[in-house]
Nanobody, 115 residues
Framework: QVQLVESGGGLVQPGGSLRLSCAAS????????MAWYRQPPGKERELVASMTGGGSTYYLDSVKGRFTISRDNAKNTVYLQMNSLKPEDTAVYYC?????????WGKGTLVTVSS
């Protein structure tokens, strides 16, 4: 059974930083594209960042230069380092893993950016 478990969310002031983690189990982690999505209040879910097993990355334009995705294939964990956070980054952040048409989701972790 595949499980993705996010951690690291919370309340942070504008300009602050958080690091999200997603621990995966039940899958061949290194073969999966791992990604972070987010769903702001009242809005649709959007792709924030992704990384292939080989290290190729994608970032949403609004987070480029502020967020960094990384993965540790030995620990089956993907991270999202978020710096210079803005109120508009407030959302539930979801971990996603996909491989050949199969996709898996975590339950999400809430990030609130507010003073």
């Amino acid at each position: 059974q595949v499980q993705l478990v996010e951690s690291g969310g919370g309340l942070v002031q504008p300009g602050g930083s958080l690091r999200l983690s997603c621990a995966a189990s039940g899958l061949i982690f290194s073969s999966h594209v791992m990604a972070w999505y987010r769903q702001p209040p009242g809005k649709e879910r959007e792709l924030v960042a992704s990384m292939t097993g080989g290290g190729s990355t994608y970032y949403l334009d609004s987070v480029k230069g502020r967020f960094t995705i990384s993965r540790d294939n030995a620990k089956n964990t993907v991270y999202l380092q978020m710096n210079s956070l803005k109120p508009e980054d407030t959302a539930v952040y979801y971990c996603n893993g996909r491989y050949i048409g199969m996709a898996y989701w975590g339950k999400g972790t809430l990030v609130t950016v507010s003073s």
